[in-house]
């Protein structure tokens, strides 16, 4: 069979360190592909006026999958400032290269795994009914909506006369809001098509069928956002009734889901959820298991096969230039699994899971966060293993 080719999007920051320790652990693990580094990020807005260019969208456009490390954004004023000179007059307006990514491939399925791994001193504990302390085994996968909601980016601050106008329509707006200014207004819209929302629910409801998870939770608010998250309920159980029967559909609200996943985390599956709330809910659940140094995400299009692997984490720009680099590269790795399975590869993602699994259980070696340390560039002389010495601990299982 010809070698697959591999967009690597390393992108800023540390996404170039935890990006190459794991292109070290497939290659040990026996995954054989070719790689192509396409140029993403900061350097390019800065350069070219553009973080994500076309050549980049060529790219994954002929070899479809792509590991991505992570991108620096900045607020606008920014943006502007750092600019080189001669793009300052072009009227650019820096927008974030991942949004793009997602926007351009309609990569609308967002899908955040969540597991407790033995021995990881990260993971949430409480006390039990007999006063003793317990650690529930979290296995979670939320699917989050990718690309609509309060993320859609339609939206105004002194909304331009028709919209205004239609806003004037509706009797809760001139209620509760025609005694403010126009230009006192600002309008962030929570758009959700039905298509989409199909597309999300089938996603979850196929990955629980395929997983064998007992249950599906809509975690949304429909009592309140009644239209948006009404209907992705409506349509959820309308789903489940006629082709997921034997899977069970529940339903919280976003608010007490963030309460209860404290209490009782262990008894959810797969969670589902618009834009906004899947982001909130995905860094509930990653916090129970160790936070940014192990949650790993994947967006993909399930129709044009085209998908993105990438670690929930950003660029953490302060630990960039560390002489030896100190961030903890497993939710790299695990997304880089995430990406396996997505090809079918899915014994040699079982194989690393493995070795990582090992590796936390002995407790030998761990990163900086693993260990509950400030991450400063003196961690390692203080025992805390270094982003390669944990891939090489991580090789060695292998
Ligand atoms: P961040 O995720 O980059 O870092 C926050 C903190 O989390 C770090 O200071 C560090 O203490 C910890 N951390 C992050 N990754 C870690 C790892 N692998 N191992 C151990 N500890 C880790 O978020 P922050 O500081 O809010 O944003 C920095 C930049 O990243 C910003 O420009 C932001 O816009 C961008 N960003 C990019 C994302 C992406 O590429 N998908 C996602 C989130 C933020
Ligand atoms: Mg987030």
């Not at 033995?118 to 006390?127: A, D, E, S, T, Y």
């Not at 949304?220 to 006629?242: F, L």
Request: include cysteine; charge should be negative; glycine fraction near 8%.
């Amino acid at each position: 069979m010809a070698k697959r080719t591999i967009v690597t999007l390393p992108g800023d920051g540390i996404g170039r360190a935890v990006l190459n320790e794991t292109l070290r652990v497939l290659e040990a693990a026996g995954f054989e592909a070719d790689y192509v580094e396409g140029d993403i990020g900061w350097e390019f807005w800065k350069t070219e006026g553009d973080p994500l260019p076309q050549r980049t969208i060529d790219l994954l456009e002929k070899h479809k999958i792509a590991l991505f490390g992570a991108i620096t954004s900045k607020p606008k004023d920014a943006a502007f400032e750092e600019l080189a000179p001669e793009l300052q007059k072009k009227g650019l307006v820096y927008s974030s290269p991942i949004v793009g990514l997602r926007q351009h491939f309609n990569l609308d399925i967002c899908m955040r795994p969540c597991h407790t791994y033995k021995g990881n001193p990260l993971n949430f504990i409480r006390r039990g009914a007999d006063g003793g302390i317990e650690e529930p085994e979290v296995d979670v996968v939320i699917f989050r909506q990718n690309t609509e909601g309060l993320y859609g980016g339609v939206e105004w601050s002194n909304p331009p006369e028709k919209v205004y106008d239609a806003l004037m329509t509706h009797p809760k707006f001139v209620k509760n809001f025609s005694n403010a200014p126009k230009e006192e207004v600002s309008v962030s819209t929570r758009i959700f098509t039905k298509k989409a929302t199909e597309r999300i629910l089938k996603g979850a409801f196929e990955h629980a069928k395929k997983y064998g998870y007992k249950s599906v939770t809509v975690c949304e608010k429909p009592n309140v956002i009644r239209e948006t998250s009404g209907m992705m309920y409506k349509m959820a159980q309308q789903m489940q009734k006629a082709d997921y029967p034997d899977i069970e559909l529940w339903n919280t609200n976003i608010d007490a889901q963030m309460m209860w996943l404290t209490k009782n985390p262990e008894d959810y599956g797969v969670i589902v959820a618009g834009n906004m709330f899947g982001d909130i809910v995905s860094d509930g659940f990653a916090g129970l298991i160790g936070g940014l140094g192990f949650a790993c995400s994947a967006q993909f299009n399930p129709d044009s096969g085209i998908g993105v692997f990438e670690p929930t984490h950003g660029s953490a720009p302060k630990y960039a230039d560390y002489p030896v680099s100190i961030v903890n590269p497993i939710a790299m790795i695990e997304s880089a699994c995430m990406m396996l399975d997505f090809i079918n590869e899915n014994d040699v993602a079982a194989k690393i899971r493995k070795a990582v699994a090992e590796v936390i259980a002995e407790g030998k070696v761990r990163t900086y966060d693993m260990m509950k340390m400030r991450g400063k560039p003196d961690v390692v002389e203080n025992g805390a293993a270094s982003t390669s010495e944990m891939a090489d601990a991580v090789i060695a299982k292998l």
